[in-house]
């Protein structure tokens, strides 16, 4: 069992940044691939990006690519979203997954956005971009 919790959210300008943070239980976290999702109001759920196990890989969603960066510190038991250049439409509740797979060599940003394969959800964290 593996649980999540986020911070780091809040109200900003368009154009600023906010580093969200993702804390997790467990002794095994190094073993999971962590993943950032995002919902915004009348929206489905949206991949935002993914990082395995190792830090050595990670994928991003088309909108969020040189503006967003996913990271990992196995030590602290801790994944980060560092978000840059945020626009309005960057607007949503963000929430961390951990999954038990590890993406094969080829694996897709779309194919790592499947909210089926994260086993474990955190509650959320809100960001808000101001125009």
């Known amino acids: 069992q593996v649980q999540l919790v986020e911070s780091g959210g809040g109200l900003v300008q368009a154009g600023g940044s906010l580093r969200l943070s993702c804390a997790a239980s467990?002794?095994?976290?190094?073993?999971?691939?962590m993943g950032w999702f995002r919902q915004a109001p009348g929206k489905e759920r949206e991949f935002v990006a993914a990082i395995i196990w190792s830090g050595s890989s990670a994928y991003y969603t088309d909108s969020v690519k040189g503006r967003f960066i996913i990271s990992r510190d196995n030590a602290k038991n801790t994944v980060y979203l560092q978000m840059d250049s945020l626009k309005p439409e960057d607007t949503a509740v963000y929430y961390c997954?951990?999954?038990?797979?590890?993406?094969?060599?080829?694996?897709?940003?779309?194919?790592?956005?499947?909210?089926?394969?994260?086993?474990?959800w955190g509650q959320g964290t809100q960001v808000t971009v101001s125009s």
């Open positions: 467990g002794r095994t976290f190094s073993r999971y691939t």
């Open positions: 997954a951990a999954a038990r797979f590890t993406p094969v060599t080829g694996t897709t940003a779309q194919a790592m956005g499947v909210p089926a394969l994260y086993n474990y």
